[in-house]
């Protein structure tokens, strides 16, 4: 099972990240969570899960010289990127740690993001428990996560098309449903939740939906796993890569006060 019009390696995480982030679906949403986001100068803002740093350059305009940003990321691959990148920032500060356990004191920060991250924690609930622990009085979390459920791929053979999906819900994304489930786990952690905002991401392009979605490099995996016959994942394929395509999912921007 291969087809010449998708990928099979697996990308780069930090090349897919920057990828996502001068797309056009990155592009806006980004721009979208910056604006709930509503950092002042000044502020002490924290970018959990902050990657290469694709989003800390944004943030240290957005607090001029007199703010804070602080950016935490478990990976030292990506903390060390994000370090070189922002050298120049005085105002930017990269750590290494864990969402679920911030090396920070109470009360610390006014504003915090999580993009794309919730998805892969082990714990949401501790995570979104220590992010309210560290915001003070009145501080906002904008929280932008998919719904991996929501996922939809074109093709004439429905059923394969729920295979697909469910495949990735239940076994390629940890927290596959977390975009419709924060409002919720925000409030169990002491949140308001002021606004949920419904973003649909559409890709009508197979060769730019393969560089985000992994589409034959996913089907390999729900072939081993049984969710797709090789006959079925051959039809599957052909589809896709002849077109017309269309596949779209919805992310969720979630804004949560303190």
Same mark, same amino acid.
């Given at each position: ?36 986001? /509503? ?7 924290? /970018? ?51 969402? $679920? ?52 791929? /074109? $093709? ?13 819900? /239940? ?88």
């Amino acid at each position: 099972m291969t087809s010449s019009a998708f990928t099979t390696d697996r990308p780069d995480p930090i090349d897919y990240l920057d990828r996502l982030a001068v797309s056009d679906i990155g592009r806006a949403y980004k721009r979208r969570m910056l604006d709930e986001l /509503d950092v002042r100068a000044g502020q002490t803002v924290l /970018d959990l899960g902050c990657g290469p740093g694709t989003d800390l350059g944004r943030l240290a305009a957005a607090v001029t010289a007199t703010g804070t940003v602080i950016g935490v990321d478990r990976e030292p691959a990506m903390v060390d990127t994000a370090r070189a990148r922002m050298a120049d920032q005085p105002v930017v500060d990269v750590r290494l740690g864990d969402v $679920h356990d911030l090396a920070l004191p109470e009360r610390t920060a006014d504003r915090a993001r999580t993009d794309r991250v919730l998805q892969h924690v082990a714990d949401p609930r501790r995570a979104l428990g220590e992010i309210r622990r560290v915001l003070r009085p009145g501080g906002r979390l904008v929280m932008g996560e998919p719904d991996w459920e929501t996922l939809t791929i /074109d $093709h004439p053979d429905a059923d394969l098309t729920r295979a697909y999906t469910r495949h990735v819900a /239940d076994e390629v994304v940890r927290n596959a449903a977390i975009g419709r489930q924060l409002p919720r786990l925000a409030a169990g952690a002491g949140f308001t939740v002021p606004a949920v905002i419904p973003v649909t991401s559409v890709f009508r392009d197979a060769q730019i939906a393969d560089a985000f979605l992994g589409l034959e490099r996913t089907t390999r995996r729900a072939v081993a796993a049984g969710y797709f016959t090789e006959e079925a994942a051959e039809r599957w394929l052909d589809h896709l890569a002849r077109g017309p395509f269309l596949a779209a999912v919805t992310f969720y921007i979630v804004v949560a006060e303190a």
